[in-house]
């Protein structure tokens, strides 16, 4: 029994697409059913595959329908958190999805799912990601500070919905624990946040983490041991459609 992981599949069955690199990058091209085969190979019926945002571009959930009976149809138990383009999830409709879609998918939301000894915990997240003012160097020199505080109280918010994950979790008795996020921990600008403070503060083993899309976009944020923790980026495109094992 493994553990892995996975965002941003992007998924449009049903929906039109208009995202340029997803439209004309080499690596999207037929990337559901590279996806596919590469999970068939790798995830078997008794692990369990989290999908960590962005799963549709459906602005709702009858433009979703076939991107989710694609995500049943992959092996393994599958976990779903909430990525800033599904637009078909709302947080305070969670329970909904749940009655719908289980027990073939679990939309993990305020609440944690558990594997062995560990509690799976996780929310969106946020991240300030500009605009940004750059000079001739490429070198940032400034950035809209508005939208900065506005960014700052949607942080604030995913924080406490991570805390009240951990808090459950940690209330039935969980001591060990993977940390899930959609957005990275952190931006471009900061190498701490509310986000691995947190992580710190509860032990969490690993950070996963998707939404860094194209080559220029991949190091934005933590790789590898900070702190501590383990940090993992696993937007598909990172990952050439190959799920990351996170546990054995």
């Known amino acids: 029994m493994s553990l892995y992981a996975i965002g941003d ?18 690596v999207w091209k037929n990337h559901e059913e590279k996806f596919k085969k590469n999970c068939a190979k790798l995830v078997t019926e008794v692990d369990t595959l989290v999908l960590a945002g962005d799963h549709s571009w459906g602005k709702n959930l009858p433009e979703c329908g076939q991107d989710l009976l694609y995500i049943c149809g992959l092996p393994g138990r599958k976990i779903l958190t909430r990525g800033n383009h599904d637009m078909f999830w709302d947080a305070k409709k969670t329970k909904k999805l749940n009655e719908l879609y289980q027990p073939h998918l679990t939309f993990l939301q ?44 949607l942080v604030d918010r995913e924080l406490q919905r991570l805390r009240k ?9 969980y001591r060990k624990y993977i940390m899930f996020l959609h957005y ?17 503060e509860y032990g969490a083993e690993q950070v996963i983490y998707a939404h860094c899309h194209g080559e220029s976009r991949f190091y934005d944020s933590i790789h590898g041991d900070f702190r501590g923790r383990t ?18």
Request: proline letters at 5%.
């Open 110 to 153: 305020d609440s944690y799912e558990s594997y062995r000894d560990y509690a799976l915990v996780g929310t969106k997240g946020y991240t300030f990601e500009g605009p940004f003012y750059i000079d001739r160097r490429g070198r940032i020199v400034g950035w809209d500070e508005e939208a900065e505080d506005h960014a700052k109280k």
């Open 184 to 200: 990275p921990p952190t931006s471009i600008l900061e190498e701490r946040s509310g986000f691995t403070d947190m992580a710190e």
């Open 231 to 248: 940090y993992h980026l696993v937007s598909g495109d990172y990952l050439r459609w190959k799920p990351l094992k996170v546990l054995d």
């Open 9 to 26: 599949l992007h998924l449009h069955y049903q929906s039109v697409l208009k995202a340029p690199g997803q439209l004309h990058g080499r």
């Open 165 to 173: 994950s951990f808090e459950l979790a940690r209330a039935d008795g």
